[in-house]
Antibody, heavy 122, light 110 residues
């Protein structure tokens, strides 16, 4: 059974870069046409899609975050990562790494990590 | 501000049927399939319904989804106490070029 787990610093200073890694276990990140995704949830608020990356390294980002965002995949480590530059208090959230599967004209997120809390503060 | 609108809350007694609506537009629900997620308190979301009305393995059949035009619904038939959670609809939006979530509905079992 595929499992995902996020790792990274829980505290980031304003204007710095948030870096998170998701480790995939129980399956290979190289198999299948999965959408390796990031979702975040600010405290007490709803879910926000950040973007996804394929095993090939092709990525698709939320347009409003695109200028600050970079995702990468390391198939040798079975990991994918997120880097968000110039963070502000508005980027504080629980960040989830997620596996997405094709679902007709959309895609559905069928495996979620447990989430990691990121605080932005000096 | 989400482009998919849900009622903030819904409630029912055990055994009752509860329905949650999700209203969108031609660029999201009107042209793409819809998914539903359940988020139990303090946990990560879980896929409940995909492609409008398909249940992943392990999801009880008391959960069902439907879509018509630019709106969709999630029905819980025979409400259980463990169904108390937040529910989110979600779909790809062709205008925004991204995946959008609904505003979320908190279901309370009375």
């Amino acid at each position: 059974q595929v499992q995902l787990k996020e790792s990274g610093p829980g505290l980031v200073k304003p204007s710095q870069t948030l870096s998170l890694t998701c480790t995939v276990s129980g399956g290979s990140i190289s198999s299948g046409g999965y959408y390796w995704s990031w979702i975040r949830q600010p405290p007490g608020k709803g879910l926000e899609w950040i973007g996804y990356i394929f095993r090939t390294g092709t990525a698709y980002y939320k347009p409003s975050l695109k200028s600050r965002l970079n995702m990468s995949v390391d198939t040798s480590k079975n990991q994918f990562s997120l880097n968000l530059r110039s963070v502000t208090a508005g980027d504080a959230a629980v960040y989830y790494c997620v596996r997405g599967i094709p679902a007709a004209t959309s895609y559905a997120m069928d495996v979620w990590g447990q989430g990691t809390t990121v605080t932005v503060s000096s | 501000q989400s482009v998919l609108t849900q009622p903030p809350s819904a409630s029912g007694t055990p055994g009752q049927r509860v329905t949650i609506s999700c209203s969108g537009s031609s660029s999201n629900i009107g042209s793409n399939t819809l998914n539903w997620y359940q988020q139990l308190p303090g946990t990560a979301p879980k896929l409940l319904i995909y492609s409008n009305n398909q249940r992943p393995s392990g999801v009880p059949d008391r959960f069902s989804g439907s879509k018509s035009g630019t709106s969709a619904s999630l029905a819980i038939s025979g409400l259980h106490s463990e169904d108390e959670a937040d529910y989110y609809c979600a779909a790809w939006d062709d205008s925004l070029n991204g995946y959008v979530f609904g505003t979320g509905t908190k279901v309370t079992v009375l």
